[in-house]
């Protein structure tokens, strides 16, 4: 399965009767019915390790460029209509800035590794407070409740796994939370955030920008409105999108399918 | 008026310090430049004139390490494509063939190794990259440790193994066209230039043809000669060039330091204080 294709439905699996195993590329599952395979004894498999340094990467990549304002900047540099670069066309610096993370798993602390670089003060949100070692080899500091690193955070940034707990977790009442000097970035699910609060936010400045790996759905209907807005960078789904990254995605999934049809057990299977 | 006038604060390049100036401010003392370069002055016309000269090195470098490593990131990843793609009016998206280079665990080159540079290994070797650097003197053992630098004595060692190279010197007569046709032969196809210096430090015709050719995959320049390039350029139109508009220093926090160090610098001088970073004519 790649890029959540094809879709597994009650009809496909039906037509296929002797189908032991779905091997899903990157880590998400969120869009598959676990129940439902389970039911017709069909194993799932994923891949969640292969693709959290390049989402990482990707993060990283996204705050830059926001709080850079490098793709308004490039749109300058190569406009027909510029005559010159304006000497107060400024961004914001993100050395030394506060970075809080969402999710500490292993994409999060990643980010946190890299963000210890720039100097940033690292503020994190997790079911589970990480243990002492992992804290201080990234400077991390625990945020029992969200509401304080959200009111502490020049970057929000959210690296969760879409469940029903962390559907819409980003919304309203947490963007009012953010400095109105703030930026979210979004590198799990477009579904961890309230899209539509977030446009309000971001038109009515309760936050500064956002960068957004995700949305939902993906693509967005191109009316829409986060398509319009200066201050928001989206890029289509690229957290994953590296040659090596992609090789050793289908490396692991055609593991997983050959283990599960040789009767062995499956790597990275899901349960 | 010119009688009073002390002191000069340089803002992006303005005013341009030329004989006639200097002539008509028989007071001047000191020239503050914002910003760490220096080629944009006459540094010998100046001292004749009995003027002292000051930058602000201290102020820029953060600052612009960062925009390296944007300007890296953004051009590995094809952020800008990918953004265009996003709100253009077709639907399709993504090609599942919509493939960026990895940056975690690539090796990356650095050519001028000042503060700027040794900042920008800093913050790549948390990224796991492999660095190489080449600079005029080599650094000390643990300044290298530190990053996990490894030094080329010969620039082309660092330009054949390297993914990324990332030119980060200041502009002097010695750097005027560092990296030509030749260095970027040297270059792997798959590799990425990324200049945060000076545009006239890239011979930018043969970056041109290096581009179209596939001599080299990429570049990401926040600095070109000129500023801004001619609207009908051609880097302007390749799609595997980002050019930014020299964001090096462009952020509130990165301005207000480097005013804060260049009245530091003016006030030394009006005292008859050492100046804490004159630049000598040399």
Not at chain 1, 247 to 255: A, D, G, I, K
Not at chain 2, 4 to 28: F, G, M, R, T
Not at chain 2, 135 to 156: F, H, I, L, P, S
């Amino acid at each position: 399965m790649w890029y959540h294709r094809p879709v597994i439905t009650a009809e496909l699996l039906q037509t296929l009767p002797n189908l032991k195993i779905v091997a899903s590329s990157g880590m998400g599952i969120d869009h598959l019915d676990l129940d439902l395979l389970s039911s017709y004894g069909v194993k799932l498999s994923n891949t969640p390790f292969v693709v959290s340094t390049d989402t990482a990467d990707l993060g990283m990549a996204l705050m830059l460029a926001s709080s850079r304002r490098l793709v308004e900047g490039y749109q300058m540099a190569v406009s027909p209509d510029t005559e010159y670069f304006p000497s107060d066309w400024l961004g914001s610096e993100v050395s030394g800035m506060t970075l809080g993370i969402v999710g500490m798993g292993t994409t999060g602390y990643k980010v946190a590794q890299r963000a210890k670089a720039f100097e940033m003060k690292i503020l994190y949100h997790n079911r589970h407070q990480r243990n002492k070692e992992e804290e201080s080899a990234v400077g991390a500091t625990y945020c029992k409740k969200i509401d304080d690193l959200l009111q502490q955070s020049d970057f929000v940034l959210l690296s969760v796994s879409l469940t029903p707990q962390t559907h819409k977790l980003i919304g309203k009442r947490e963007l009012e939370l953010m400095k109105p000097t703030a930026t979210l970035i979004n590198i799990s699910r477009g579904l961890a955030v309230d899209q539509d609060a977030l446009v309000q936010a971001l038109q009515n400045k309760v936050i500064k920008a956002a960068g957004l790996d995700v949305t939902y759905p993906e693509p967005l209907p191109r009316d829409h409105p986060l398509l319009k807005l200066k201050n928001v960078l989206i890029t289509p789904h690229i957290g994953g999108a590296t040659k090596k990254t992609h090789r050793l995605m289908m490396e692991t999934m055609v593991e997983s399918i050959q283990a599960s049809l040789a009767g062995l057990p499956v790597p990275n299977e899901v349960l | 008026m010119s009688k009073k006038i002390q002191a000069i604060y340089l803002w992006w390049h303005k005013p341009v310090i030329d004989q006639e100036l200097l002539q008509s401010l028989p007071n001047l003392k000191v020239i503050a430049n914002s910003g760490v370069g220096m080629d944009h002055l006459d540094l010998k016309l100046i001292a004749g004139f009995g003027v002292k000269m000051a930058n602000c090195p201290h102020a820029v470098s953060t600052s612009t390490a960062d925009t390296g490593m944007a300007l890296l990131l953004a051009s590995a990843r094809r952020l800008v494509e990918g953004y265009h793609i996003v709100i253009s009016s077709c639907m399709e998206y993504c090609e599942a063939n919509f493939l960026g280079a990895e940056v975690t665990g690539a090796t990356l080159g650095i050519i001028g190794m000042g503060s700027i540079g040794y900042k920008i290994a800093l913050r790549a070797k948390a990224f796991e990259m492999n660095i190489l650097y080449h600079n005029r003197t080599r650094r000390k053992e643990q300044e290298e440790q530190a990053v996990g630098a490894t030094y080329c004595e010969k620039m082309d060692d660092l330009l054949r193994q390297a993914d990324f190279v990332m030119v980060v010197v200041s502009l002097t007569p010695q750097t005027h066209k560092l990296i030509g046709k030749r260095e970027m032969e040297l270059m792997k196809p798959t590799a990425t230039l990324i200049n945060i210096s000076r545009g006239a430090v890239v011979d930018q015709e043969a970056l041109v043809t290096a581009l179209q050719t596939g001599v080299i995959r990429a570049a990401a320049l926040d600095v070109t000669y000129p500023e801004p390039l001619p609207r009908d350029h051609t880097l302007l139109k390749l799609k595997n060039v980002i050019v930014t508009p020299h964001l090096g220093i462009r952020t509130d926090k990165a301005t207000y330091m480097i005013t804060e160090e260049a009245v530091e610098n003016i006030l030394a001088a009006l005292n008859g204080l050492p100046i804490p970073n004159e630049v000598l004519p040399s």
